[in-house]
């Protein structure tokens, strides 16, 4: 009953798990293209010569994104060996392409976005429940310029 | 109010510095949105609930980081930096911090 019950989560986990991953890859590769003309830079200053600035303001976005069942237990075998743990290496990718979007999408006016900063962090980590999941929040300074 | 995570706010001088503001809160989510979450687990995926629980937050301890810069007389907070950190399962703790300048 309990191998039913693991099978079935396995499962679960795999199918939905792989089908919401390509899903998500599939947005966030369309709309980094559609963001793409809003240069960002991780840099404390603006890039480049600009008019001078109107308005500056602080932007953020965040997102919280889980693991399925099936890639946590692959997880957990691969601890065992050791090496790349692939699973977890797109859950964070996914996460903080998500989040630096997120934060892109909430100034798409802006001539340029400086000082990017981007937090990770795991909010439920129970003692007993390994919860895979992560939780990132970008942030930066959205400076609108005054129009030539 | 003016914020910004750079060192100046671009565009403007600033004239007096006030001092280091910070803001923090530590919020949960009800128990409906922790089973959802569990179950979201299985399949993976964004989990909704704690991401709105995280935006509220760090709303929440930006308003209190601007209340207190307001009160010590300055109209901008720059390097503002964010910190997060568990304090309990479902929990979270975000910690907002800058320094409150007068600009012109």
Not at chain 2, 5 to 21: A, D, F, H, L, Q
Not at chain 2, 49 to 77: C, F, H, K, P
Request: charged content about 20%; aromatic content about 8%.
């Amino acid at each position: 009953m309990e191998l039913l019950i693991f099978i079935t989560l396995m499962a679960s986990g795999y199918f939905v798990g792989s089908w919401a991953e390509r899903n998500h890859y599939r947005s966030i590769v369309k709309r980094e293209e559609e963001t793409l003309f809003l240069p960002t830079t991780t840099a404390k200053h603006p890039m480049g010569v600009l008019p001078p600035v109107r308005e500056s303001r602080l932007v953020s976005g965040s997102v919280v994104i889980s693991v399925d069942y099936f890639k946590r237990v692959l997880a957990g075998l691969r601890t065992l060996f050791g090496g790349r743990v692939s699973s977890y290496e797109t859950l964070v990718d996914r996460a903080r392409r998500e989040a630096v979007l997120r934060m892109k999408e909430q100034c798409l006016g802006a001539s340029q976005l400086i000082n990017v900063r981007i937090e990770t962090s795991s909010i439920s980590k129970g003692a007993k429940e390994q919860i895979g999941s992560v939780e990132v929040l970008a942030y930066g300074t959205a400076i609108y310029c005054q129009a030539e | 109010m003016f914020m910004t995570n750079t060192e100046e706010v671009p565009g403007k001088i600033i004239r007096v510095c006030k001092g280091v503001v910070s803001g923090s809160t530590v919020r949960a989510k009800h128990a409906g949105r922790d089973l959802m979450a569990s179950v979201k687990n299985i399949f993976g995926g964004e989990l909704a609930g704690y991401t709105e629980l995280l935006s509220e937050s760090r709303d929440e301890a930006i308003g209190r980081m601007q209340e207190q810069a307001r009160q010590m007389g300055a109209n901008a907070v720059v390097n503002v930096r964010f910190s997060t950190s568990s304090v309990a399962a479902g929990a979270a703790e975000i910690y907002v911090y800058g320094t409150a300048v007068v600009v012109e």
